[in-house]
């Protein structure tokens, strides 16, 4: 009986401390939005910052779906009219990486410009 008592409060000691060591990594997560308007991407170019992981917040405001695709990324997501989606990339090192839309290849273009200096990021 006594060593149940003891492996349970240990199992909850080793998830209480998963817990704290993992959260600030979510809350620490840096978020940037693009905006599907007119089957365009906007910002046409997105600069994040080199070495960190970031969210993408995708939001199609047009009515008909759009899909983000890029294969430098290596990210696709289909996102329906009216909707939102959410990409996480990175880290990744500087440099451009283009994505586009899959449903309006000629106009939905766009790039991730990565920097090294955070502060160009903003």
Same mark, same amino acid.
């Given at each position: 009986?006594?060593?149940?008592?003891?492996?349970?409060?240990?199992?909850?000691?080793?998830?209480?401390?998963?817990?704290?060591? &993992?959260?600030?990594?979510?809350?620490?997560?840096?978020?940037?939005?693009?905006?599907?308007?007119?089957?365009?991407?906007?910002?046409?170019?997105?600069?994040?910052?080199?070495? &960190?992981?970031?969210?993408?917040?995708?939001?199609?405001?047009?009515?008909?779906?759009?899909?983000?695709?890029?294969?430098?990324?290596?990210?696709?997501?289909?996102?329906?009219?009216?909707?939102?989606?959410?990409?996480?990339?990175?880290?990744?090192?500087?440099?451009?990486?283009?994505?586009?839309?899959?449903?309006?290849?000629?106009?939905?273009?766009?790039?991730?410009?990565?920097?090294?200096?955070?502060?160009?990021?903003?």
């Amino acid at each position: 009986m006594k060593q149940t008592i003891r492996m349970r409060k240990s199992r909850l000691s080793v998830i209480a401390l998963l817990i704290l060591l &993992v959260a600030p990594s979510y809350a620490a997560t840096p978020e940037f939005e693009i905006e599907i308007r007119n089957h365009l991407f906007l910002p046409d170019t997105l600069t994040i910052p080199a070495g &960190v992981k970031v969210k993408l917040v995708i939001y199609n405001r047009d009515a008909t779906p759009e899909e983000f695709e890029s294969y430098e990324l290596n990210r696709e997501k289909v996102i329906l009219g009216g909707r939102k989606a959410i990409v996480f990339i990175g880290p990744l090192a500087p440099g451009e990486y283009p994505f586009f839309g899959e449903f309006n290849p000629q106009t939905a273009l766009g790039t991730i410009l990565v920097v090294a200096d955070a502060n160009a990021a903003k």
